[in-house]
């Protein structure tokens, strides 16, 4: 499975974005989704996932109530629609598919990445 992960920017605190992740090689429906990031001098961390049919949504305590992650198994895409965020949101976002069930928080649960895409939130 490749990813591609895509909607990154700069935004001022408050602002709102968009990222997307497309998936290609493989039959999407099978995985479950995670939105990981990565911020300067800091591990890699889960922000958000989803299950497999988009019944169940999972969130790091930090971004709840602000992220929404959502897939479209017809375009083999999900999704992390991001509000109000905040210069602590600044970080490099990864998308990633396991195979494993069911969502899970751990990155070395997650079979394939895609390459990053940064978001910057400037104060």
């Known amino acids: 499975v490749q990813l591609q992960a895509s909607g990154g920017g700069l935004v001022q605190a408050g602002g709102s974005l968009r990222l997307s992740c497309a998936a290609s090689?493989?039959?999407?429906?099978?995985?479950?989704m995670g939105w990981f990031r990565q911020a300067p001098g800091k591990e890699r961390e889960f922000a958000a996932g989803?299950?497999?049919?988009?019944?169940?949504?999972y969130y790091e305590d930090s971004v709840k109530g602000r992220f929404a992650i959502s897939r479209d198994n017809a375009k083999n895409t999900v999704y992390l629609q991001m509000y109000s965020l905040k210069p602590e949101d600044t970080a490099v976002y990864y998308c990633?598919?396991?195979?494993?069930?069911?969502?899970?928080?751990?990155?070395?649960?997650?079979?394939?990445w895609g390459q990053g895409t940064l978001v910057t939130v400037s104060s």
């Open positions: 990633a598919a396991s195979r494993t069930l069911p969502v899970v928080q751990t990155a070395g649960a997650y079979d394939y």
């Open positions: 090689g493989g039959t999407f429906s099978n995985y479950v």
């Open positions: 989803i299950s497999w049919s988009g019944g169940g949504t």
